[in-house]
């Protein structure tokens, strides 16, 4: 049987939950939204939680509550999911990307301070997208002492990193606002949604406001600002709901199955855990090949062993589009070397030891192959 490269974590609780919205007939705007809110801020410990359709819509409205626009300019890394980035260019402002860091795969904190030094000068202001990338925290002491000094202001992208604490802070609560993604392949899903995560209650009544079509009272068709339809449904909600019960369990599973790959997988690079990672909440499982190693063959390989695996990420400068805006190959040096040697393998909470044992044996075979 196939190995995919991700799988939900989905049970009978699940199915109950869902099925009772759709009998309740309630399918939008319910009792489910404000519970599963209620979950995940008390879960990551912030005053306010904003459920919304997509990881993309929590990103996009945390920018336009702080009202980023035409002059601004967003730095964040090449090495992440492309909103990350385009939700900047939503709203005509730019992107700077930064470079990273080879062993966390996170922005380089040396690369964020050259480049907010360069960029101050054009007397924009700043803002950047800090992306704990694939679960693992960013350096978020140093980077909020740089953020402080130049005046940068922080949304946190931690889309791939619900549960993840840094020094015993939960990840999404280090910027003005955070946000998380619930795409099956995350830690808990809501087949699609996410949600903005504050302590600032402006930022709250606006996002709140904006994911509703810019309604600010119970009066349907009464607009405040202008908004978007970026609403979670209740199905959506009620499933959400159920699996953050069992964030825990979770997080335990797939902490085991990185065990268990690091003891599998002795013959390449590992991820790489920071000792200020007080816990960590793994998104996916991505390895790094030895340099030269064809990437496609090994790709190929995998798959024709009826094992999914993924190269995680193409660089986003490296986009067409992105390419479009001038950014070429040269230009982030680090992120164009280890982006051709990333690979992501099988990685869920249900992931058994036997299809571990398949994975690590094929990946030593087409490595014998194909470096
Ligand atoms: C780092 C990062 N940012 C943003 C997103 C966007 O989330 P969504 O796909 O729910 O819009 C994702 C999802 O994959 C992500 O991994």
């Not at 196939?2 to 705007?29: F, G, M, Q, T, W």
């Not at 939204?33 to 979950?39: D, G, H, L, N, T």
């Not at 599998?264 to 790094?288: G, N």
């Amino acid at each position: 049987m196939k190995i995919p490269l991700s799988n939900a974590l989905l049970d009978e609780k699940d199915i109950y939950e869902v099925l009772k919205v759709l009998k309740s007939k309630r399918l939008a705007l319910g009792p489910y939204m404000k519970k599963f809110e209620e979950m995940v801020k008390n879960y990551v410990d912030t005053k306010y939680a904003v459920a919304v359709s997509s990881g993309t819509a929590a990103l996009h409205l945390i920018l336009k509550s702080l009202d980023f626009g035409e002059n601004d300019i967003l730095l964040t890394s090449s090495f992440t999911f492309i909103s990350s980035a385009n939700v900047a260019l939503y709203e005509k402002g730019n992107v700077h990307f930064v470079d990273i860091e080879p062993d966390t795969l996170n922005v380089s904190l040396n690369a964020l301070e050259e480049e907010i030094i360069k960029t101050k000068k054009k007397n924009s202001r700043l803002f950047f997208m800090g992306v704990d990338i694939f679960g693992h925290p960013l350096d978020w002491d140093k980077i909020l002492d740089i953020c402080q000094k130049y005046s940068v202001e922080i949304i946190e992208d931690s889309c791939e990193a619900l549960g993840s604490e840094y020094k015993g802070k939960k990840c999404g609560t280090f910027g003005q606002a955070g946000a998380f993604a619930f795409y099956p392949n995350k830690q808990i899903t809501t087949g699609e949604g996410g949600i903005i995560v504050t302590n600032n209650e402006k930022i709250y009544q606006i996002t709140k406001a904006m994911r509703n079509q810019g309604r600010t009272s119970s009066k349907w068709l009464s607009h405040e600002v202008i908004g978007y339809n970026y609403r979670i449904d209740e199905m959506s909600s009620a499933l959400g709901y159920s699996q953050m019960k069992k964030i825990d369990k979770i997080i335990e599973m797939r902490n085991k199955a990185a065990k268990n790959y690091e003891k599998l997988l002795t013959f390449l690079e590992i991820p790489v855990i920071k000792s200020y990672v007080t816990k960590m909440s793994w998104f996916v499982y991505v390895v790094k090949l030895p340099k030269g190693t064809d990437i496609n063959k090994v790709i190929d390989y995998m798959a024709k062993n009826e094992i999914e695996t993924r190269n995680y990420f193409a660089p986003i400068h490296l986009q067409p589009v992105y390419k479009k805006l001038g950014w070429k190959e040269g230009m982030l040096p680090i992120t164009e070397e280890i982006s051709k040697r990333t690979l992501a393998i099988p990685f869920y909470s249900e992931i058994t030891f036997e299809e571990q044992e398949k994975v690590a044996f094929y990946l030593k075979k087409a490595l014998e192959l194909f470096s």
